[in-house]
């Protein structure tokens, strides 16, 4: 049955050859998951079939597809790891979350993006191993590695980590870092740190820096987060975190939060 259904996934015939990969993520062995692999990187197969193949690698029941597609984030070309980023969001365990968190890393920007996108799907798998691995890579050198891990940090609701975000929000040189850093302090909601993003929201110098920290002021939902939002509404000059903070309060009204 294999041998006949890897040499349907090899087929120049486009809907028989489509129709083995949806086939094939139900089926198991090593062969099918090199064929599957095979029309991944191959330079003849088009990007939706390549992704369709990905895709089917992440799903097939025994653990040669995923194992394959671990081994391609490794690939010298970014095109297939960024492939294999993305089929592994359909393949969701610990191995996957520490694979992909590795690739927070990379050199380039798409293969990051996919990656994360990819770990917001599976965030009720990380484990503390995987939390201890977000907790270094707040620390790393590149400001595109760290805002991911920030906000990766309020989608898991890390609550042990939000010390790090904190001082990031505040101290890191980077603005976007500092961006993720304040979303994701409001999406953990506890309002010890509402000072912080005070702080952020009326000196940092960057208005889209001040204006992710209103936001996170008006999700935090905290006792005084309606009083810090309208005296930034009168008093910053920018017109665009004026008006986060003027959103941020409908909100809160909007959600009853005078109640």
Request: proline share 4%; aromatic share 2%; charged share 30%.
């Amino acid at each position: 049955m294999n041998a006949g259904l890897i040499e349907r996934l090899s087929s120049a015939d486009l809907e028989e050859r489509n129709e083995a990969i949806v086939e094939a993520a139900e089926a198991s062995g090593a062969g099918i998951a090199d064929a599957l692999a095979g029309l991944v990187t191959s330079p003849d197969v088009g990007t939706p079939a390549r992704t369709a193949a990905a895709q089917a690698l992440a799903r097939m029941p025994d653990p040669e597809g995923a194992l394959r597609l671990r081994s391609l984030l490794e690939h010298e070309e970014s095109g297939f790891r960024v492939l294999a980023a993305s089929g592994l969001e359909f393949h969701p365990d610990s191995t996957t979350v520490m694979a992909l968190l590795s690739v927070l890393a990379d050199p380039v920007n798409k293969v990051r993006n996919v990656a994360e996108r990819s770990l917001m799907a599976m965030t009720c798998v990380f484990t503390e191993e995987s939390h201890r691995q977000i907790a270094d890579l707040l620390d790393h050198p590149v400001p595109l590695t760290r805002s991911p891990a920030a906000r990766l940090v309020g989608a898991a609701a890390i609550g042990k980590l939000a010390g790090k975000l904190a001082r990031m929000a505040i101290e890191d040189a980077e603005w976007l870092p500092r961006v993720w850093a304040s979303r994701a302090l409001g999406e953990l909601g506890n309002d010890k740190h509402l000072e912080v993003l005070t702080q952020v929201a009326t000196g940092d110098e960057k208005n889209r820096v001040r204006a992710a920290a209103v936001e996170a002021i008006g999700e935090m939902r905290a006792e005084r987060s309606e009083e810090i939002l309208r005296e930034i509404a009168e008093s910053d000059l920018d017109e665009g975190v004026k008006r986060s903070a003027e959103e941020a309060l409908e909100d809160l009204q909007r959600g009853g939060f005078d109640d």
